[in-house]
């Protein structure tokens, strides 16, 4: 995916792009009522694919920066929103009271229809009435639908508001804010901000629910006596009463199992990220185990809440046939049900089914809205945190004191937080022209001062003073997901000479030429791939680009080869260079690049230490002195690779490559039309209970069997002719008793299934993140890129969320609202047989449009995803580089960007909701003409005598809601269909691609006995057919003692990872352990028997003793002996806990992580051993001590020792030399440190 993040265009120019997308025909009043607009997009939908220019535009004033005019936030999100958006609230207001009122119009329409077939009124009647219903009908269906599409639309912009909200207060975010990392805000912006928007709708449901309620009320009050208006009342105060409790509990199970759901996707994120050492230690089975428990717990609450929920749910949704079982009972204790007029009790039976609809909304209601708040908190928390210092952003300069000067500062203080100083008493003055250095060790403050300098850290102490317009060039070099050119750029007017000169000066040309489309090629994280120093080159040529008068470079060549950093700094500081007349401060760790300034500043502990000229400081400052010994070397070594010429690739290397990127996108599609055709609800299906959802199935059932003999058994009872025949003398109690218990029962099978369906959800979730758990463990190493790290990362958050909570809510809702449309179908079919007609018409007609509409729906909601990814992407890349974006002064222009990707994403949205208008307005014209069909075929068979007048009433009065029943049946259906993607990403975790987990070749409970290894041809490939490790073939005898050396990057821990089948090997490489080929024996088995200490090392938040054994294999004898090895005696006896004390990775230092690095491997044990630079952070004495250990640990073990020099190395019996991936030299440590001294004088005169 090509995300766009076009910063090179301003702000107004890209306003009017994505305005004149295509040109905005306003339609007519009918096409605006009617949705007809949108029938060439479902037509053009189920022919070809469609884009977002294929869709309806926007009008001006949904334009987010046309929104946004005038738009004050209020510093509470709550109250600004409701400042923005309450004239539409209220047109939406007006439009969903007219269709409650049309609503009951209709009701008391139906009390003249079935009056009239009492009296036995002329046909004419029956027709005219039926005509009246219809419209009134029909009106509400087109009330209603406005007031969704109202509601949608005020949903879609309240979100980008408040996504606008977030990313203009995430790019004046302090640099140095820790507590809003990128994930947190991108929560912000996907979650919180959907949550609230989400919540609009069932405001709206919450007011509307009061005015049903209290017109369906009054309606019984008039139809019945005041008795039975006091008894409901009382009811209505018990389920007041429960609702109430219900959501002060509801809530406070709900934070507990947010907090559990936040704990369990925390660990999930940590053990993803520590991937590597659990596969290395072959814990993936404990860890799994914990996952799993971190499961269950929260799925333990997620039951006790579901359950709280789902209790308080079934019996609201039960309650209109509660209140119509008290009605009738009360009436009837106090008269005869026989006084009740015939038309007033089926009108009372259409009441208590339209009760259904609001009563249903009630605990949905509570759940979002309580989780809108909860994200509106988040939200404030957010926008009233800490802002950026930095008011720089190409203002024009202040008059200066002295016009000389660039840059002056007095005396100053500077911190990141504003609670600590961090750099102290600064005191720096820059003239115009000058090139100053700012030189010390690493976290010194060399950063820190230039951001002090750029404007990024508040200014505690002192004045400070800088003039004109800064180009910053950070330590990190940060490019975007858009073209070489565009990275260049950033945001500026293309001038031809210049963007040459900054090409040539950065020596980029060459590079350009290598890339697929030169500088049109697509780079950046979802782009092509290219090197850490080319990623320098564009960051300084982007720094260069800018007009600028001073030049502030971070470090800017510390990511580049030291050819290329010479090379290009010869350019720019050179007699002739670039920067030669410009202000320039330059920090670095390397001296020699700053001979020729004119200043230099040595920083020490956040202090300038010493300052002068490089003969000046080479005499006075030690620091100096140190730096410049280290780069000596570095520097000669340098020289003797500029003299080298470059190995010649084989043909067949780069045949087989380019291969590889052909036959790579078929096998993407392939496996795309492989979901595509899965059946995803389907595997939700497989993954629950079955019995458990047969028993929910059945209850639910039983439910409405029950409903529908209620209903004949009360127009059984007032119909005079049945009782005469069938039950003459029956009194009223037996009335009441079957009522009674067809009430009772029924809201108990309907407990009972909510019951059911809960336990169904739960096991479900427990299966899907089982599957998707050992999906992760089981994937190779080669497998955790970036991409699929993110992808996982998603699967465990907001994917799981859907399947836990909203997919299996919504699919009830479907059940159930399906089986009551088969109901009144049931119901009315057995009154009315010839009405069956009617019904295989309206099934045919509904599943059709479905059939046509779903294509458009899947395409619109597709595009949507996508654009929301491009949007996310945007978000975060500017969050990201948001120090740069102040300082370049591009905001306007960032910002500008990323409402255009809102604005397409809000058109998406847009589209859909006219999509779904356009579908239910046909739909529930055709359910309107199905209960206008079905009062006519009613009306003739009671005119000519063929029907009771029951059956009649109760035909007509039940049908009245089928149009309710399929709008609610529609939204549901749609919904549970954008959750689909959700599903299929979850489903497709199975085809992840898998290690080899099973007994291919049984090995020997000893195994490996004498510990020899034999490596014949072993190639290794990372990042897309790049070699890392070429036709290596090295012998390791029994216990011999081998040592691994080279420079950083030169392949040697993907030598170590070979041992135990973690790297991407190619076919014919061969790694045999004891005369074993390690790709025949399970992993699992493989990485027990081999133990290897990585380089990086990862400590889990847990107790230090899960931190060393996870799998409680050993006693705590055992652990103190390896912490004494380890020399973590006296810090492990410090702790309030001893090993049982928890640990974070924040909270020790890292030779204290190294230690338990270690001490794990101690733990473990066996034949084979592998230490890859585990002690390098470790200070001495501490470092020679926990070497001393190892040795003696090892003795009769076969070690492979990795190190940077040869001093690290020199205890081995031999020892391999790697340069770039192939074998230079095999020799003992003696010969090798006799003749060389160290690894960086045996490169600078090996032969080439």
Not at 101 to 118: M, N, T
Not at 341 to 364: G, H, K, Q
Not at 481 to 494: D, E, M, P, R, S
Not at 873 to 881: A, E, H, I, R
């Amino acid at each position: 995916m090509n995300v766009s993040v076009n910063l090179s265009k301003n702000a107004r120019q890209i306003q009017s792009e994505v305005q004149n997308e295509a040109v905005y025909k306003k339609p007519s009043f009918l096409s605006r009522i009617f949705e007809l607009s949108v029938s060439s997009l479902l037509r053009k939908c189920r022919k070809s694919a469609i884009t977002v220019d294929d869709l309806p535009s926007l009008e001006d004033d949904d334009y987010l920066a046309n929104f946004m005019k005038g738009y004050k936030w209020k510093k509470r999100v709550t109250v600004s929103l409701i400042m923005k958006f309450w004239k539409s609230f209220v047109v939406a207001f007006v439009f969903r009271l007219a269709a409650i009122f049309a609503d009951y119009a209709s009701i008391l329409l139906l009390k003249y229809l079935i009056d009239a077939a009492e009296v036995s009124a002329p046909l004419f009647t029956f027709f005219v009435i039926s005509v009246l219903i219809l419209f009134f009908m029909q009106l509400k269906s087109i009330l209603f639908g406005a007031h969704t599409y109202f509601v949608g639309e005020d949903s879609a912009l309240m979100c980008a508001v408040l996504n606008n909200l977030i990313i203009k207060k995430a790019l004046n975010l302090t640099a140095g804010e820790n507590e809003w990392t990128n994930a947190r805000i991108a929560k912000l912006v996907t979650t919180h901000s959907e949550a609230i928007a989400n919540s609009l709708l069932f405001v709206h449901h919450s007011w509307a629910t009061i005015v049903e309620l209290t017109i369906a009320l009054l309606w019984i009050w008039e139809t019945l006596s005041h008795r039975t208006i006091i008894t409901v009342l009382v009811v209505a105060i018990v389920y007041l009463v429960l609702n109430i409790l219900d959501s002060f509990i509801y809530k406070r199970y709900l934070k507990r199992q947010m907090d559990l759901r936040d704990r369990r996707v925390e660990h999930g994120k940590e053990f993803l990220n520590s991937i590597e050492t659990i596969k290395v230690f072959a814990w993936e089975d404990e860890f799994k185990k914990k996952l799993q428990v971190f499961r269950k717990d929260e799925l333990d609450s997620f039951r006790n809440t579901s359950w709280i929920n789902g209790i308080m749910h079934s019996l609201n949704i039960t309650s209109p046939f509660i209140v119509m079982f008290v009605s009738f009972a009360v009436y009837g204790l106090s008269f005869e049900i026989e006084a009740l007029r015939f038309e007033d009790a089926f009108v009372l039976i259409a009441v208590f089914n339209y009760m259904s609809r609001p009563l249903y909304t009630v605990m949905p209601s509570i759940d979002f809205l309580n989780k809108a708040f909860h994200s509106a908190t988040r939200i404030n928390q957010f926008l009233l945190a800490r802002q950026s210092p930095n008011q720089y952003a190409k203002r024009a300069p202040t008059q200066a004191t002295e016009a000389d000067y660039d840059v002056k500062l007095e005396s100053a203080s500077f911190s990141w937080h504003g609670s600590s100083v961090d750099l102290k008493d600064i005191s720096l003055e820059v003239k115009k022209g000058e090139f100053h250095s700012i030189v010390g060790f690493p976290l010194c403050g060399k950063s820190s001062l230039l951001c002090a300098i750029i404007g990024e850290l508040t200014l505690t102490k002192g004045k400070r003073w800088v003039s004109s317009n800064i180009s910053f060039a950070p330590s990190n070099p940060f490019i975007f997901t858009q073209t070489v050119k565009a990275n260049i750029l950033f945001g500026n007017q293309f001038d031809k000479a210049k963007y040459d000169a900054v090409i040539n000066v950065c020596d980029l040309r060459k590079d350009i030429f290598n890339f697929p489309r030169c500088d049109a090629t697509i780079i950046g994280e979802n782009g092509y791939v290219i090197t850490d120093t080319q990623k320098a080159q564009i960051s300084i040529a982007r720094c260069l680009y800018e007009d600028a008068d001073i030049y502030a470079l971070d470090k800017a060549f510390a990511p580049m080869d030291r050819i290329t950093a010479k090379k290009i700094f010869d350019k720019l500081f050179g007699p002739k260079g670039y920067l030669k007349e410009k202000t320039v401060i330059f920090a670095t760790n390397n001296i020699r690049f700053t001979k020729t300034s004119t200043m230099i500043h040595v920083m020490n502990d956040g202090k300038i230490e010493n300052s002068g000229t490089f003969e000046e400081l080479v005499e006075e400052s030690e620091i100096l002195k140190n730096l410049l010994e280290q780069s000596e070397v570095d520097e000669r070594l340098d020289e003797k690779n500029l003299n080298e010429k470059p190995r010649r690739k084989t043909v067949m290397f780069d045949v087989e490559k380019m291969s590889l990127k052909k036959k790579k996108p078929a096998k993407v599609q392939e496996e795309a039309t492989v979901i595509k055709k899965r059946n995803t609800y389907l595997y939700y299906f497989r993954c629950c209970s079955i019995p458990l959802f047969i028993l929910y199935f059945v209850f639910l059932i039983v439910r409405f069997v029950l409903h529908a003999f209620t209903f004949f058994w009360l127009s059984f009872w007032l119909d005079p002719s049945w009782k005469k025949v069938e039950c003459p003398d029956c009194p009223q109690y037996v009335f009441l008793q079957m009522l009674s218990f067809f009430a009772v029962a029924a809201v108990v099978s309907n407990a009972l299934a909510y019951m059911f369906s809960i336990l169904t959800n739960v096991e479900a979730s427990r299966r899907i993140y089982k599957n998707i758990v050992d999906a992760m463990f089981s994937a190779p190493m080669h497998f955790f890129t970036t991409a699929n790290v993110q992808e996982i990362e998603r699967l465990f958050t907001s994917d799981l969320d859907i399947v836990d909570t909203h997919f299996p809510m919504y699919l009830r809702s479907f059940l159930d609202t399906s089986l009551h449309i088969l109901m009144v179908f049931a119901i009315v079919s057995i009154n009315l047989p010839f009405f069956l007609i009617f019904v295989v018409g309206f099934v045919v007609f509904f599943f059709a449009i479905l059939k046509f509409y779903f294509p458009t729906s899947h395409k619109i909601i597709h595009l949507e995803t996508q654009n929301r990814a491009t949007f996310l992407c945007s978000v975060t890349q500017n969050f990201d580089s948001r120090m740069m974006v102040r300082v370049f002064g591009k905001a306007k222009a960032a910002t500008s960007e990323i409402e255009s990707h809102a604005d397409v994403l809000t058109r998406c949205r847009f589209a859909h909701l006219s999509a779904f208008r356009w579908l239910s307005l046909r739909l529930e014209l055709v359910s309107n003409l199905v209960i206008f069909s079905c009062f006519i075929v009613a009306s003739l068979t009671r005119y000519f005598d063929l029907v009771a007048n029951a059956h009649f009433a109760l035909s007509v009065a039940v049908i009245l809601s089928l149009t309710e029943l399929v709008s609610t049946c529609l939204r549901v259906i749609c919904t549970l269909e954008s959750y689909a993607p959700n599903i299929q990403k979850i489903c497709h975790s199975k085809n992840f691609p898998k290690e080899n987990l099973n007994n291919i070749l049984a090995v020997r409970d000893s195994w490996p006995d004498d510990g020899g290894i034999e490596i014949e041809n072993l190639n290794v490939f990372v990042n897309k057919g790049k070699h890392i490790l070429k036709d290596i073939s090295i012998s390791v005898g029994g216990q011999e003692k081998l040592g691994v050396i080279g420079k950083p990057g030169s392949g040697k821990t993907q030598l170590a990872l070979s041992l135990i089948a973690m790297t991407s090997a190619d076919d014919e490489s061969r790694v045999f352990i004891d005369g074993v080929s390690v790709y025949d024996i399970p992993t699992k088995i493989l990485r027990s028997r081999v133990t290897v200490i990585p380089q990086k090392a990862k400590i889990f938040n847990d107790t230090l003793r899960n931190n060393l054994d996870p799998c409680e294999q050993f006693a705590d004898s055992d652990i103190w002996l390896a912490i004494e090895s380890c020399q973590m005696k006296e810090f492990v006896k410090n702790l309030s806990h001893g090993i049982n004390q928890l640990i974070s990775p924040d909270l020790i230092s890292e030779d204290q992580k190294e230690q338990i690095n270690v001490c794990r491997a101690l733990l473990k044990g066996g034949q084979i051993f592998v230490i890859d630079q585990s002690t390098q952070f470790m200070k001495e004495p501490t470092k020679e001590l926990v070497e001393e250990a190892i040795r003696e640990s090892l003795k009769q073990s076969t070690t492979i020792t990795i190190g940077d020099n040869f001093e690290d190395v020199e205890h081995c019996d031999k020892v391999v030399v790697i340069e770039n991936g192939v074998v230079v030299n095999i020799d003992t440590p003696e010969n090798l440190i006799s003749k060389y001294g160290t690894l960086q004088e045996y490169l600078l005169v090996r032969p080439v």
